[in-house]
DNA sequence: CAGTATCCATTTCGATACTG
DNA sequence: CAGTATCGAAATGGATACTG
């Protein structure tokens, strides 16, 4: 039996709404995610037969709209699927309060990049060309450093080898400590005091940084404690 | 792997929450059900074994408190359980405007009148006792008949034997219109007018009864749709 | 009352490779 | 780019009976 066998609202909602990866997936097209691939980058850990499983059952049931687009496809939320937003939001709110363990394996750098580079503040960088580097001191050599490169107003690339231009910035830290600062858990002025991250550039770059980087939605959620500077 | 290998607060988040079951369970806790075999009552299709189980869960992520109380044991949320009644209470009123078809086997008459007994108005219902007979006019015989026995200003019986007191009011319909009136699909007025609802007793008593049920708790929420007095 | 024990059918999902 | 095909390991959980 797949469903609750009940009449409840709640019920009805959660027999769609429990299935694994589903709410991530509604996560990503609220994002602004309409393509497969682009899905798939946000949810990196899910196979593509799960996610094109996932998909189709929520064409089914009416949350998504399926479009077919020239040769691609493009996938776009209902009505319905819009109005999860205010709920998406409220998990993600008090995950940021009440789930606060992050075990090594969370740590992706790849999600995190990619949540990085699609949240870059373009009204506040710089016309032209400006390159970001980022380096985990604690990860394998392929996953440890990434270059954000942002093209005048509009368009910012992902790059996960040295695409040759000169580099604004370098961040250095462990990846959790990025992780942490994204998340809001830790403020860029802790992770500086204390030695966590360190920042190369100009001073007036070093200054800039924070406000080119718009950090997750949650980062400025209340948190249970008033203002823990959380290490760990 | 169990988690999503993700530190996004949404993601940690679900790795609770969508385990099947977890979030009726919480809803229980939530309605006010503390003792293992109340929290059974209101998820009856659940084993047991893994009502224990989620119990046990949610005690170690820190949702929920087990408490020993002479020989039962007492089960109460804790203050990051209850800060999630909004989200659930976000679940139904999403449910009520998107998920509305209910197949059959949702409609579980045990619960159903768990539910009723649960919400008498005990401010509108008379002093002395007041006995409510409920008949479903299509299921089999061990569920069609019930009784609701409310004793002066505080305590609810449900009876699906006859206690041999007697009745003020016998409501008949069928299950699916009952389900429908309690969810606040369809309108007493309405259930009254097209015929799929009779009520016998005393006019006084049979425009009363709409007082003292007090219906699910979604039953006033927002509807996509105007007001329609959906039958289906 | 408040669970636990056991067992197995079913489902689910991850990995990997492949296609138009 | 946008998926599908296949397969096997693992987990899930439903049914039933039993216990202090």
Redesign the interface.
Known sequence: ?T??????????????????????VI?ELLAGSHHFNDLRRG?P?MSPTLLSKRLRGLVRI?LVMRIGDGTRSRYELTP?GR??A???M??????????TQ??E????PH??MW?VHRNIDLATVPDGRTVLEFHFSDVGAHTSNWWVVINGQHEVDLCDFDPGYEVVVTATSTLRTM?LI??GDLSWRAALNNGSLTLEGSSHVRNALPHWLKL?P?AASPRVLPQADAAR
Chains 1, 2 share one sequence.
């Open positions: 039996m469903g609750y066998g009940q009449f409840c609202p709640i019920a009805k909602t959660m027999e769609v709404l429990d299935e694994r990866w589903t709410i991530l996560r949810v850990k009416g319905a109005e999860l205010p709920i998406v409220a998990l993600g709110n008090w995950g940021v309060r009440w789930m992050l075990g394996e969370d740590l992706d999600l995190l949540d992780v994204w998340r997750s949650f």
